[in-house]
């Protein structure tokens, strides 16, 4: 199938606008626009990122994509010079030294497959986190044509389809105790709790299968385990529209059996570093304030946030 990428199309409308009088040597280049946030199952470092363009509902090929590294904390950021502001899928690429933090442990593990988000339109400066959830969005529209529209249902589905852990893809995938407000802070810790509910499911849970029909959970290593329940979620969407309904409640039931407890979870300190609090029972609001004060809250402080998180996970 022939593809015309971002770049040629721009390319193309750039011959077709010339006119006779000539181009305007003081025409003012397009704004850059941006794609950056997190990847993470968990924290993913050192990954190589591709942000692509879907053009014509399709996206552009690897070659062309906009590229970068995750770094230690797992953000990523990347360009598009030519003002880019079109839907567009980002890649989370295995590289020779990535990895990725297994929340059972607070060990990181090797990154070993790709994770996928869509956006349904880049803007001036626009955020998306990567995850095993995005995925499910991504392989949820299959071979269908992309556009805005049924990007967003995508998205809406795996919510709908994910209500029952209170997922939002638009919660960054750590929790961030500089400066968020308390809404988007019960998202994060959210977000967390149930990323670590995968990993702990990749490791405990028969109920994954791989394509053979072998349990995820009694593959040789904890990466292949994680690789095969990513895959396994993602292929719980029948289309953008729908997710098969056995699937689900499969997956659901894996899930909902994991008692997220003694987990390492991910931290931006008031300093703006990111640390590991390990041994964190999320189900208990004295743990997940004592993570908070080790993060530099107040007592206090402390107190107040963890009481609102708590109040919001599922």
């Known amino acids: 199938m022939s593809k015309i990428t971002g770049v040629a199309l721009a390319t193309v409308l750039g011959v077709t606008g010339c006119g006779g009088g000539g181009s305007d040597?003081?025409?003012?280049?397009?704004?850059?626009?941006?794609?950056s946030g997190t990847a993470a199952k968990g924290i993913i470092k050192q990954a190589r990122v591709l942000a692509c363009r879907i053009v014509n509902g399709v996206p552009e090929?690897?070659?062309?994509?906009v590229t970068t590294t995750t770094g230690s904390n797992g953000a990523y950021r990347?360009?598009?010079?030519?003002?880019?502001?079109?839907?567009?899928?980002?890649?989370?690429?295995?590289?020779?030294?990535?990895?990725?933090?297994d929340e059972t442990t607070g060990a990181d593990i090797p990154y070993n497959m790709t994770m996928r988000a869509l956006v349904p339109a880049v803007s001036g400066a626009t955020t998306a986190h990567i995850t095993p959830f995005s995925e499910m969005a991504a392989s949820a529209m299959g071979s269908t044509l992309m556009d805005a529209t049924k990007i967003n249902q995508a998205i809406?589905?795996?919510?709908?389809?994910?209500?029952?852990?209170?997922?939002?893809?638009?919660?960054?995938?750590?929790?961030?105790?500089?400066?968020?407000?308390?809404?988007?802070?019960?998202?994060?810790?959210?977000?967390?709790?149930?990323?670590?509910?995968?990993?702990?499911?990749?490791?405990?849970?028969?109920?994954?299968?791989?394509?053979?029909?072998?349990?995820?959970?009694?593959?040789?290593?904890?990466?292949?385990?994680?690789?095969?329940?990513?895959?396994?979620?993602?292929?719980?969407?029948?289309?953008y529209l729908t997710a098969d309904p056995a699937k689900a409640a499969n997956m659901m039931?894996?899930?909902?059996?994991?008692?997220?407890?003694?987990v390492t979870i991910p931290m931006l300190q008031t300093n703006g570093t990111l640390s590991y609090m390990s041994n964190i029972n999320m189900t208990s609001l004295t743990s997940m304030m004592g993570a908070m004060q080790n993060a530099g809250l107040s007592t206090t402080s402390a107190a107040n946030t963890a009481n609102v998180v708590m109040g919001g996970m599922h």
């Open 253 to 262: 039931t894996a899930l909902n059996a994991q008692n997220v407890t003694n």
């Open 78 to 101: 990347v360009t598009f010079s030519d003002g880019y502001s079109g839907p567009a899928m980002l890649k989370v690429m295995a590289g020779t030294s990535s990895t990725m933090m």
């Open 61 to 65: 090929v690897d070659a062309t994509c």
């Open 156 to 239: 809406a589905t795996v919510q709908s389809t994910m209500s029952g852990l209170g997922v939002d893809l638009s919660a960054m995938p750590m929790l961030d105790l500089n400066g968020t407000n308390a809404n988007a802070l019960t998202m994060q810790a959210n977000m967390v709790k149930q990323l670590s509910r995968v990993a702990m499911a990749a490791k405990n849970s028969s109920l994954f299968k791989d394509a053979n029909g072998v349990a995820c959970n009694t593959l040789a290593t904890d990466s292949l385990k994680f690789s095969c329940v990513v895959t396994a979620m993602a292929g719980v969407m029948s289309n």
């Open 25 to 35: 040597p003081l025409a003012a280049a397009p704004a850059p626009t941006s794609l």
